[in-house]
């Protein structure tokens, strides 16, 4: 089979100490909620958003969209952009929040979320690479 | 790719994480066949949910990748409705790493039963028997004498077949899958 390139890059926004925020998130978790975690990542990093419908949401602000994940009774919403240095080929995860009866925990997670994507455009090592969560 | 399929083989040794994963992934791609599936029929949600009597907001839920509460009765009717079959049995879980290897709009398209090269009617073109004869035609051709045999390859272009015979058992399936990488 031939192998072609990976056609998107995810990316992890990294707090001011530059520890990943998913990944310091997902410290102690169960497996079962890592594996849909890594399950929705991998989905978005090989096929974008484009081929499975309503894999990502919008949200309030225009560059920020939501990818829903649903584990031990728990909705996790993940926030993500496109780019933002290159938004052809590139998400970035900026921030991880809560679901309950339709409103986020944080209530300012979007928002945050947006500052976040600014601090990169800002200054590109405010983010890097995505590593696999376990 | 190799990279993901190496980091499942070794996260799939948890148990519940590869119930999850697959979970997960088992919803995506269901969701994602219907909607792949409808527009290879180019269809609209609208036109799709009066052929299986749905609501257009239901083709729209069963289209996204985070839906999960499928049912089985559900699913046959859109199986009907798209004029391809639903298929139940359980898997090997060395059977998925493939199935997410291969996850793309391609594999995901499948004929409707009259776009089906194996129900497509029998035909004799070039010399070359269509597949939908093949159980009959293999029947015939392998048996009786060789002289027999002979007497017979002015109707079929027998060498092409017997060689395949020859060569591996002539399972449906094979011969099916042949004529689709042709």
């Given amino acids: ?134 | 790719m190799k990279d993901l399929i190496e980091a499942l083989r070794k996260e799939f040794q948890d148990e519940d994480y590869r119930y999850a994963y697959d979970e997960e992934f088992s919803n995506a791609r269901m969701a994602t066949q219907i909607k792949v599936l409808r527009e290879q029929q180019v269809l609209t949600q609208k036109e799709l949910a009066e052929k299986a009597e749905m609501k257009q907001s239901r083709i729209s839920e069963l289209e996204n990748a985070n839906y999960s509460m499928w049912s089985i009765s559900t699913l046959r009717r859109l199986a009907r409705a798209l004029g391809v079959r639903i298929a139940f049995q359980f898997e090997s879980w060395g059977e998925l790493l493939p199935e997410i290897e291969d996850f793309d709009r391609e594999s995901l398209e499948k004929p409707k039963f009259e776009k089906d090269s194996v129900f497509a009617e029998s035909k004799v073109k070039e010399g070359r028997a269509s597949v939908a004869c093949i159980p009959e035609q293999l029947k015939l051709m392998f048996s009786g004498s060789e002289d027999e045999q002979k007497q017979r390859s002015h109707v079929i272009s027998m060498g092409d077949w017997k060689e395949r015979h020859d060569e591996h058992p002539h399972s449906a399936k094979d011969l099916y899958n042949e004529k689709r990488r042709a």
């Fill in chain 1, 1 to 134: 089979m031939i192998q072609f390139p990976r056609r998107w890059r995810l990316y992890d926004f990294v707090d001011n100490d530059g520890k990943s925020i998913i990944k310091k998130w997902m410290r102690g978790k169960d497996k079962d909620i890592i594996a849909r975690f890594n399950q929705k990542f991998d989905m978005l990093e090989r096929q974008g958003s484009d081929l499975p419908a309503g894999l990502l949401a919008g949200t309030k602000f225009k560059h920020v969209d939501k990818l829903r994940i649903f584990g031990k009774g728990v909705t996790w919403r993940v926030l993500i952009c496109k780019g933002p240095i290159s938004n052809d080929f590139e998400f970035t995860i900026l921030f991880i929040a809560q679901e309950k009866d339709r409103k986020l925990i944080p209530k300012d997670a979007e928002k945050q979320a947006d500052e976040n994507r600014s601090a990169i455009i800002t200054s590109s090592n405010r983010r890097r690479e995505h590593e696999r969560l376990n």
